[in-house]
């Protein structure tokens, strides 16, 4: 029998999810959900599944085996915790909300009922990461930079705070999330942040730039900074320096430089494809191994993204 699974939030990474699942013969849809029924009808009859305006309704009626969480950073909550009561594995996208409190008690819950769980940190599934690492570990960077200077995205949700959590939340979270599996904890977190109001986007109440210096027990440091100002997204990803090194590490390529030469690659996996292929694996065969970012993980990638926050604020 196929492993039956729920899509919660039909849209852009919704969309690219249950494309996924679509191409998987150990899957079947069993419903999509989203608060614009529309768009869960239209996702639902392309995979000739059946759209619900309400989760819980789906849940209910559909009683699925596990379920992908796509929906807006202040939508979580309620979902993973219905899920969690009913012991239905779930697959969720970053970030894990928009405060510090909610994933903390999500992460205790799942711990105590020892519920498979996997988050959207895809970065972590891209072989190009696999290499930077092994890099990094060889010879260690003294000095990282890391950046998302990106417009700003089409979701009404993304301008507001209370509901994205701003640039640093929801989208350098992908950063922050790869500097941690890069070089570890931080030991020190400064941060500041420039409040100017977006004038293209008068209703927004988000930071149009942020940046966060972190420092290591080693003493290294790594310089994270935000920005949505700009039209394109023009710097995506993170450089690593160490003595004779250069590594830059981003979402579709790598360059290695030392005085001997360069070194250019680029992924070979769909990293998206691949934390759903790992994350259906576990639910068909209960073997965890393959999943690379689990609940707990990016809980502490979001702790660290709310250091930052917290020291921005203060
Ligand atoms: N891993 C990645 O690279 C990546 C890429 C894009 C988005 N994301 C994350 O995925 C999440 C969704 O982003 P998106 O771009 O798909 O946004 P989106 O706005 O395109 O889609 C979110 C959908 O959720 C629906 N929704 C809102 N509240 C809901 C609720 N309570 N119940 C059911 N549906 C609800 C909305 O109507 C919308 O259709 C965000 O957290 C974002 O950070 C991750």
Sequence with gaps: MPARVAVLGA??????HLKNLATMPDVAIA??????????????????????????????????????????????GEPEEALIAAGMPFFTEKPLGTTPDLPERIAAQVQARGLLTSAGYHWRYLDTVDRAREIVQATPPRLAMGYWFDYVPPPAWWLRRERSGGQVVEQTTHIFDLVRHLLGEPQRVFAAACPARLAQHPEADIDAAASATLQYPSGAIAVISSTCVVHYPCRIGLW?????????????SLRVERPQGTETSEPTVDPFLAEDRAFIHALRTGDRSAIRVPYAEALRTHRLVMRVVEAAQS
């Design 240 to 252: 690593l320096y160490a003595e004779d090194l250069v590594v830059e590490c981003r979402e579709f």
């Design 11 to 16: 849209g852009f990474i919704g969309a690219r």
């Design 31 to 76: 419903g999509v959900a989203d608060v614009d029924a529309a768009r869960a009808h239209e996702q639902a009859a392309h995979y000739g599944t059946t759209g619900y305006g309400d989760w819980r309704v789906l849940l209910e009626r559909e009683r699925p085996d596990a379920a992908y969480l796509c929906l807006p950073p202040c939508a979580h």
